[in-house]
């Protein structure tokens, strides 16, 4: 098994692009490490993007935020000025594994790992946050929620990686909020996910909204109706009807040993519904 | 292909070792620096027995590979003592019993270290999350959790 660690995106590039064998793009390995020990995965090539500079560096840009795929959840908790203006996208990444994980784990890693569980993203995909890859044809920007196809399965071409996140400009009285359920308190990975992120209006009323479902489908879902229910709304409570209505109509769950199809759907609905009023109330006070 | 030549800081001091790509950093301390101090539990991340820090970032040394800390510094319970002197959170947990079998207590220890140097007075709930991740089968957690309160008290004396 090759190890690589190029220092530029053109050079990952170039080696998962030559790569003849399987191989993989190592980001905090926690997902990685953990599939190659249980014989899930037996790559040629592991190529880790750790040294490339883009890949590890939180930055303001065109008002919004740029943040590297492999910057670490314990990172991003410590940016108390990216915290500020996402907490939303901040909580869901603190929410994977423990603190030792936290000092690994990444938002391009929790992305790329394929799961429809994952944490970070739905609220990437309620933030509006777009994926800047690159490849052997260059670089191209996708919304988050085009990167996944299905469980394990995404949009990358071969020889391409993920390098950052954008996460779009802030205009007054916007915030977001994460929440999962898990059926301990920590340490789990979520039987239903739910990230929303919102924008007020002078008199309070919800100007725009974007809502996301994780574990609920086979990828995770931007759910339009949703968002739709809310915007031109307070949240109030027909508006909240509303809301956990489009949640629930938007689920396609799978029962297994997490949760049955009929509790998942009902947890959607609960959460989303729970994210936005948080969301809602960090608006008004941000 | 030929092994992967690397020279890093260990508890303070430089060592270099040869690994191949799919040791990992544990493998490397375990079998190659016979720092047997810290455990295997799970292999997957999930126990915490492994903990070390890295960069004073507190890690799973079983989700690093060894060829990954080239240039860098990693402490481990092996450099927790100052010679024949405990660090108070050893003399604590000794103290208050926060141990039986003691597989998983290195990587508590290694892991309340970590909490201590940025939280000098956490909270009973700050200490319980901190380490939500290192599972003891003996103890029920209140021991231990009460050791760290009591060291970092300790600590803070100075």
């Known amino acids: 098994m090759r190890y690589e660690a190029p220092e530029s995106v053109e050079g990952a590039v170039a080696l998962l692009s030559a790569a003849t064998g399987e191989a993989r793009v190592l980001a905090g390995g926690t997902d990685l490490l953990v599939q190659m020990r249980a014989d899930v995965v037996d790559p040629e090539l592991i190529v880790d993007i750790k040294k490339i500079a883009e890949t590890r560096a939180v930055r303001e840009e065109k008002g919004g935020w740029r943040i590297g795929a492999a910057v670490t959840g314990a990172e991003l908790k410590e940016h108390a000025k990216l915290k500020r203006a996402w907490p939303g996208v901040v909580e869901a990444a603190n929410l994977i594994g423990s603190t030792q994980v936290q000092g690994r784990a990444t938002l391009g890693g929790n992305l790329c790992n394929g799961s429809p569980a994952a944490d970070s993203v739905p609220a990437l995909i309620a933030a509006g946050a777009v994926a800047t890859l690159a490849g052997p044809q260059g670089r191209r920007d996708l919304p988050v929620e085009d990167v996944m196809l299905g469980p394990r399965k995404l949009a990358l071409k071969k020889g391409e990686i993920v390098v950052s996140f954008l996460l779009p400009p802030r205009p007054p009285r916007s915030s977001d909020a994460y929440l999962r359920f898990i059926p301990r308190t920590e340490m789990d990975i979520a039987v239903v996910g739910a990230g929303v992120s919102l924008t007020l209006d002078g008199a309070g009323t919800i100007s725009a909204a974007r809502v996301s479902l994780g574990a609920v489908a086979a990828r995770v879902l931007l759910v339009q109706e949703a968002a739709q229910a809310i915007v031109g709304s307070r949240l109030d409570a027909p508006a909240q009807r509303r809301l956990e209505a489009a949640a629930r109509a938007a689920c396609r769950p799978i029962d297994d040993k997490r949760g049955t199809v009929e509790f998942r759907t009902d947890v959607a609905a609960v959460l989303t519904r729970r994210a936005a009023l948080i969301a809602l109330d960090r608006a008004r006070t941000s | ?158």
């Open chain 2, 1 to 158: 292909m030929a092994k992967h030549h690397i020279e890093a800081i260990v508890n303070g001091d430089a060592v270099e070792f040869l690994c191949e790509t799919e040791e990992t950093l544990l493998d490397v301390l375990r079998d190659t620096l016979n720092l047997t101090g810290s455990k295997e539990g799970c292999a997957s991340g999930d126990c915490g027995a492994c903990s070390v820090t890295l960069d004073g970032r507190l890690v799973c040394s079983c989700l690093v590979l060894g060829c990954e800390v080239g240039g860098r510094r990693i402490e481990t319970i092996e450099g927790m003592a100052k010679g024949e002197t405990l660090h108070p959170l050893q003399q604590r947990f000794l103290e208050h019993a926060a141990l039986q079998c003691g597989i998983c207590t290195p990587g508590f220890l290694v892991a309340s270290k970590a909490l201590l140097e940025r939280t000098p007075e956490p909270s009973e709930h700050e200490i319980r999350f901190w380490l939500a991740g290192n599972l003891c089968r003996c103890t029920g957690y209140d021991k231990i959790v009460s050791a760290v309160k009591d060291a970092a008290a300790t600590m803070r004396k100075g």
